[in-house]
């Protein structure tokens, strides 16, 4: 019994020795942690990676992560690319034991170009460890600020704008009809309110001796033929659009299927200017003159009051009569359709339809400031150019007031709202300035249309706003001219002027031109020159007599 508890004393003499020493030399190990490879920090030209506009077109990218890179893995694991998925090769520079990567494109960018950096999963780390969270960036290069074309005179540049803009509708008039196409992949469909805005600029380019007058008067006289005998009239109003190779009427829409008072009016506008100015004893125009008269005179005018009511009706038609039930109220762009109603020899309104039915008694006023300007008259902010545009055509603003609004004041304040507001730019496009301004309705990406003005801005320019401004702002006006011209030229300059619309933030630019859209260019371009078309419209007894009849005074009534 002593022996076995002697024992038992010896071996836990030894266990404690043993355990003492153990204590004395032990060395806790670091837990094993598994190696990440993430992303630290992303920079493009030293600033954070995030979205950015206006890069250079050698960009510097410089990526750290958090473990070394495996360099044969770069090239598939980060990737540049063009929108459209044209890549582009990068050349890598490595640091701090390759944990930090520098890329540059092998070759210069393009310019106003929308580009990817994908940093992928087929990027590994030394040991082989995958890119846990792939990162895209995305950027656009910036506007190449070289000349695209050889800098003329602002005198020439004007020639140049409104020669060629006029093409569009010498061109594409449509081969039997003479009308304007809608745009120019329009086949056979024409545009009333277009033609309308075509013959003025066929009366531009004769004085201008683009074309000679005897031209000028044949591809007239060509369209009142059509207008009078193969279109349908409504109560002698014309349709949105027209078969331009049959006269008949193209809905519009569903409901829109008949007349379409406002288009006609745009139509009057152009045909009255005309008329005014094919002013000889020459047969040919004797006969183009009262061709125009018989149009004109022939538009009933009450009927678009729908029974009588002091307030003009924007559509009707024989089967869907007065459905879209749509009033012609200011503030917008048809204010010509009042005047010219007014002006009518045979089917005149009374003001108590101009005061009642346009101006609302009153309620068209606005009277708010926005960038410091005065509105008189529309809705918040203005909204889209073509207001100041489409009935001005013909109208001359400067000096012209009634018991609403100044409307010299009208038209330069809400012309310099929007050039403010995109200025100011407080949705923050890319490419919005003070040279790259204008708001206005136009096409838009991905085939659409949109009404632009600062209270629906996705980031359009439409180059006829600020154009068709000229009479009202021509420092700003030029100065965009020039930018369009100049600087994104190879973009927005084609056989038949400027291009409809483009949009820097979205790197894109419209292929299309629309007879809305460049009339008021080649028009408004001239009135800004030699107050043309202001003459002439004005000049007509009848428009004189309309004008004051529902309350308007200016010098040259």
């Known amino acids: 019994m002593i022996r076995r508890m002697h024992c038992m004393y010896i071996f836990f003499l030894l266990a404690a020795a043993t355990v003492s020493c153990k204590k004395g030399n032990y060395k806790p190990q670091p837990p094993i942690v598994a190696e990440t490879l993430k992303i630290v920090m992303a920079t493009i030209n030293a600033n954070a990676a995030t979205s950015q506009n206006g890069l250079t077109v050698l960009p510097v990218i410089k990526v750290s992560f958090t473990a070394d890179i495996d360099r044969s893995t770069v090239t598939n694991g980060i990737v540049l690319s063009k929108s459209d998925g044209t890549t582009v090769s990068l050349t890598a520079s490595y640091q701090n034991n390759d944990s930090v990567l520098t890329l540059t494109p092998a070759t210069a960018l393009s310019f106003i170009t929308k580009y990817v950096v994908a940093v992928n999963s087929s990027l590994k780390s030394k040991k082989s460890t995958a890119l846990s969270t792939p990162v895209t960036i995305n950027f656009i290069t910036q506007i ?122 745009y139509l009057m506008q152009g045909l009255i200017t005309a008329r005014q100015y094919f002013n000889t004893g020459d047969i040919t125009e004797t006969d183009l003159r009262n061709k125009i008269n018989v149009l004109w005179n022939g538009v009933d005018w009450n009927w678009f009051r729908q029974g009588g009511q002091n307030v003009l009706y924007w559509h009707w038609s024989p089967d869907k009569a007065w459905t879209i039930n749509a009033q012609i109220s200011g503030w917008n762009e048809a204010l010509i359709t009042y005047v010219m109603a007014a002006a009518s020899v045979n089917n005149s309104i009374s003001k108590a339809v101009y005061d009642s039915g346009w101006a609302r008694n009153g309620v068209m006023k606005n009277n708010n400031i ?44 809400h012309t310099l709202i929007n050039y403010e507001y995109c200025k100011t730019n407080p949705k923050q496009y890319y490419g919005y300035s003070s040279q790259c301004w204008g708001l206005t309705a136009s096409d838009i990406p991905n085939n659409g249309y949109n009404a632009n003005a600062p209270d629906n801005d996705i980031g359009v320019i439409t180059p006829t706003a600020a154009i068709s401004s000229l009479p009202y702002t021509p420092v700003e006006s030029m100065a965009a001219l020039h930018f369009f011209y100049y600087k994104l030229g190879d973009k927005m300059w084609g056989d038949y002027g400027f291009y409809d619309a483009f949009s820097l933030k979205d790197t894109w630019f419209a292929n299309s031109t629309l007879a809305i859209d460049q009339g008021p260019i080649i028009i408004m371009i001239e009135n800004y020159r030699t107050k043309l078309l202001w003459n002439l419209f004005t000049s007509a007894p009848e428009i004189k007599k309309g004008l004051s009849a529902i309350g308007f005074t200016a010098p040259y009534l």
């Not at 007239?220 to 659009?241: M, P, R, V």
């Open 144 to 265: 190449d600020s070289a000349d695209k074309f050889s800098v003329i005179s602002d005198s020439a540049l004007l020639d140049k704008v409104q020669q060629q803009t006029f093409k569009y509708f010498w061109d594409f008039g449509h081969p039997v009809s003479g009308m304007a196409r809608e745009r120019n992949s329009s086949g056979d469909l024409v545009t009333t309110g277009g033609t309308g805005f075509g013959i003025m600029a066929i009366v531009t380019a004769v004085n201008r001796k683009f074309i000679s007058r005897a031209e000028g008067v044949a591809r007239i006289t060509k369209i009142t033929d059509f207008l009078t005998n193969s279109c349908t009239q409504y109560h002698g109003a014309f349709a949105h659009w027209i078969n331009g190779a049959t006269g008949a009427t193209i809905p519009f829409s569903t409901d829109d299927n008949g007349a379409d008072l406002v288009e006609t009016s």
């Open 370 to 413: 926005y960038y410091g300007y005065v509105l008189p008259l529309g809705p918040n902010v203005g909204g889209p150019l073509f207001f100041e545009h489409y009935s001005f055509l013909g109208i001359n603003p400067n000096g012209l007031k009634d018991n609403y609004a100044d409307y010299q004041m009208q038209t330069l304040n």
